[in-house]
């Protein structure tokens, strides 16, 4: 794996002064979602490739379909927006060239030039969706972004990357053990996850482009649930070498830095909020497992989660108004959204069994796993509930996703 590098300039005339404030105000109330229609991608030079043409349209349709302020459209007939991609292939390189334009003022908001090797098509498409997120609403989108997750191979379990939409799975563990949890680090360029694969279950840290790793945390018994800080300096983790689950920080090379929970209960899942000030945890320390919030520091405690009798798995919201966790009831999981104070707790799923929220580096989606089609598999959907969407590579038990930021 490794970087894509990418030749990204601005085409033609200056982009609309709004644009960079966003198109739209995503904040006033919408009647109505903006129609934008794909066109069919022509050549910059020689002939057009009926599979790239093809490729390029729906990636584009699901991108902007799910992102939640387009309907996007089979025509132009009526559209908002019009979608222009053009490119050519020499070798075994591309270039694409796309644009954005307004067809009632028949202006162009957006436009981008990328070049790279011709198995980098489909990053430059959702590199090109992330711009336009950006240009009509002012936050880019989360598109080139990577999904970390967990696959169950012959009683094993081993660690995938696949892109956002579960194109191009690729494997980074293959060691014929337990392996579990991975946790992105904030640059995108790193995951850390449990493995057993020395017979404890150990913290490791991997490196996505050299595929360097490191055992940082073997203490005696559980180290597990890591969790990045948001400046990626510390990790939040459970250990249990004292004999019980309690949550601590360790620095990334694995030196202990502080515990910060300490009681007879058990204490999991630590989960930062964006601004690195607080993490939320499980603990039963109330007979159940239920969210909790504290200081990063492991003071001013309180109970999150007072509905339901088993809470799980928080994630906080990058933007901070939200935590997303599971609660267990009527023989399963469902997703659920809180506020950081406990207000508005909201069911987002339904069907099947949901587990592991994550929400996407821009917060407009959250990822997690469900049993709805039979075996555990990775969907996304936006933060409010809407939009499910199946995105697992393959019919393998898939589980624990994570979602990068772009690379």
């Not at 300039?9 to 609309?16: D, E, G, I, N």
């Not at 249990?240 to 360790?250: A, H, M, T, V």
Request: hydrophobic share 35%; glycine share 10%; aromatic share 8%.
């Amino acid at each position: 794996m490794r970087i894509l590098m990418l030749l990204a300039m601005l085409l033609l005339a200056p982009q609309m002064a709004q644009a960079a404030e966003g198109y739209i105000d995503v904040t006033a109330p919408v009647s109505r979602k903006l129609k934008l229609f794909p066109a069919p991608t022509t050549a910059l030079a020689g002939q057009v490739t009926p599979e790239v043409s093809r490729e390029l349209s729906e990636l584009f349709g699901m991108d902007l379909g799910l992102a939640g302020p387009f309907e996007v459209s089979g025509d132009g007939a009526g559209a908002d927006l019009i979608l222009k991609s053009s490119y050519s292939a020499q070798g075994g390189n591309i270039t694409l060239e796309c644009r954005l334009v307004d067809r009632v003022l028949n202006r162009e908001i957006t436009a981008k030039r990328y070049s790279g090797s011709s198995k980098e098509l489909r990053r430059m498409g959702h590199a090109f969706s992330d711009e336009v997120l950006r240009a009509v609403t002012g936050e880019k989108g989360p598109f080139t972004g990577k999904i970390a997750y967990v696959t169950k191979i012959s009683g094993n379990k081993e660690i995938f990357v696949m892109d956002y939409d579960g194109r191009n799975p690729q494997r980074l563990t293959n060691n014929g053990s337990i392996n579990l949890k991975p946790d992105f680090a904030p640059s995108g360029k790193e995951i850390i996850y449990t493995s057993y694969k020395k017979g404890n279950p150990d913290l490791y840290r991997r490196e996505l482009f050299t595929g360097l790793e490191a055992r940082i945390s073997s203490r005696n018994g559980l180290n597990a649930m890591g969790a990045y800080s948001p400046d990626g300096g510390k990790i939040a983790m459970v250990m249990s070498k004292d004999g019980n689950s309690e949550i601590y920080l360790i620095s990334r090379e694995g030196k202990e830095l502080a515990r910060l929970t300490n009681n007879h209960a058990i204490d999991v899942s630590p989960a930062w909020s964006p601004d690195g000030s607080r993490i939320a945890f499980v603990s039963d320390r109330l007979g159940k497992p239920q969210v909790f919030v504290m200081n990063a520091d492991g003071g001013n405690l309180r109970r999150l989660t007072t509905n339901g009798a088993y809470n799980v798995t928080p994630r906080w919201s990058p933007k901070g108004d939200r935590i997303a966790y599971a609660r267990q009831g009527g023989g399963g999981f469902q997703i659920h959204a809180i506020n950081p104070d406990g207000t508005q707790d909201t069911q987002l799923t339904s069907a099947g069994s949901n587990e592991h929220p994550r929400f996407s580096p821009d917060g407009r989606f959250i990822v997690f796993s469900s049993t709805r089609d039979g075996a555990e598999a990775i969907y996304l959907m936006r933060a409010d509930g809407s939009g499910q969407t199946r995105v697992s590579p393959n019919k393998a038990q898939n589980s624990h996703p994570t979602w990068s930021v772009n690379w």
